[in-house]
């Protein structure tokens, strides 16, 4: 029979349970000096944070439940030092350059507490529809599945197989959702999934009854097309360029004395039609004009010049500028015109644009010079032809989706740069 021997006499109000959890406590801390697994990694703060902080456990194999199985190296079983550590289904951690996600916990009414985690072996990439870019890290099973009716003879040119998906829910993977497509893999080969429409679960409640405390997303995904037209195949984010966004600002340019005060109105388009949406403006330099954050009203306190920028609130690449430019005397504001408003020709068009500039409102003769900036578009694909002074036409001969042909047109010292995209023909 074996005794425990105090170095000094217990309290005699001490609780057998609680010498139980420090004898268990200290026979931990020794194995845990003694392990040759034990490895500094780093664990989400709280759910869902985003924010790490490095802690030491003991990295193990993780074993199937129910074959016993060694489960393989994208799967592992942590054991913390902590008794009183707390673990949580889809809490992050990263280590070895993955991410990895908690997909089962060993906590409750446990002494040991341990979790299996699993590698997260890609990214969820996705865009909502006020164009803001999101990504997840995920883990993509393995096995790509087929029902058994598909075995059936069918067109050959029909993708086949499911797949299924496990990420943290959290607020950005809350906003998937049902028929939603996705791309995996690289630039040279990517892959499309698209979501069921009973394929977004999140039905593994933490509490029975809580049906918030889901914190596990698992998405079923049947295979689909790559859209060459819509998907951003550089970056791997399916239906990028379903929606296309176009800032105007009204004025465009301003110039006053010390003093004065202007309104912004910036013209907003998805897909060419005109739309309200919530903007949020800046100045670069608050000693020379400053603008309400939320409202775009200007008012010019100081000599020299500066930028007011503003952005959709929910997508800070629908943005434009408007310069400013103050003196002590009062300056008639210049205003430089492109129309029509709308941004893109279609692949076999030719559309001519016209160029004006307005001073204080009015039209003035101004003549001006057009030239290509700043634009990665091949030039294979368009022709740009001066017509006269006040115009020039673009031919789109081949669409690309992957930037905006910028062009600029000078009068002077004034100047004024639009993007126009190069579209495919519907």
Known sequence: MAYKYYKTSPDINTNINDIFVDDFQEMLDSEFSAASDVHDILEETSFASGSYVSTTV????????ETGLKLGDDFKRILFKEASHTVEQGLKYYFNENYWIT????????????????????????????????????????????????????????PEGYVKIYCQENTNTKKIKVGQ??????????????T?????????????????????????????FVNDDTDDLVNGIADKYDNTFTVTPYPSSISGSIGKTFQINPNVEINDIAVTKTMLYASSDKTIATVTGSGGAVSLIGNGSTTIGMHMVDNTSASANVTVTVSASSVPNYDIRVSPSDR????????????????????????????????AVPTANYLLTTVD??????????KYLTGSLVITSTSGSNAKSVGITLKGAW
């Open 58 to 65: 003991r990295v193990n194999e993780a074993v199937a439940a």
């Open 103 to 158: 997909t089962n916990t060993m906590e409750l009414k446990n002494l040991a507490i341990a979790c299996t985690i699993r590698r997260c072996n890609n990214v969820l990439r996705w865009v909502n529809t006020n164009g803001q870019s999101y990504e997840e890290p995920c883990a993509i099973e393995y096995v790509i599945n087929r029902s058994i009716d598909s075995l059936a003879t069918k067109d050959p040119t029909t």
């Open 181 to 194: 497509r996705f791309l995996f893999g690289n630039t040279s080969h990517w892959t499309a999934y698209k």
């Open 196 to 224: 069921f429409g009973n394929g977004l679960n999140s039905f593994l409640n933490q509490q029975t009854y809580d049906n918030n405390s889901s914190q596990l997303l698992t998405l079923q995904m049947g295979a689909v």
């Open 344 to 375: 893109f020709v279609l692949e076999g068009d030719t559309t001519t644009f016209t160029v004006y500039g307005y001073n204080g409102g009015v039209l003035s003769l101004d003549e001006f010079v057009f030239s290509i900036t700043g634009s």
């Open 389 to 398: 002074e006040n115009s020039f036409t673009l031919q789109n001969i081949e």
